[in-house]
């Protein structure tokens, strides 16, 4: 349920936070709420959006993938030259 909230901001601060939401495609109440629900709910029982599940499992890889390790390959290949 969505409910109004009133602040008082600095008009500067304001500004910035509306160019940057518009930089990212989104509102700036959809910014603010993304970032209040990040402080007050622990990590642990954050909801997995749609997108992230649709897209759980689209790769199979090995049991004994390293992730670390192959990205450390992929820099020393990249920049060795």
Known sequence: MDTKLTLKLDG?????AKSYAKMKN???SKLI??????????????????????LSG?????????????YKKHVLKKYSK
């Open 12 to 16: 500067e601060i304001i500004a910035k």
């Open 26 to 28: 989104t509102s700036l």
């Open 33 to 54: 709420e993304s970032y209040l629900d990040q402080l007050v709910e622990p990590k642990s029982h954050r909801h997995i959006t749609p997108l992230v599940k649709s």
């Open 58 to 70: 689209v790769i199979d890889l090995p049991s004994d993938f390293k992730a670390r390790n192959e």
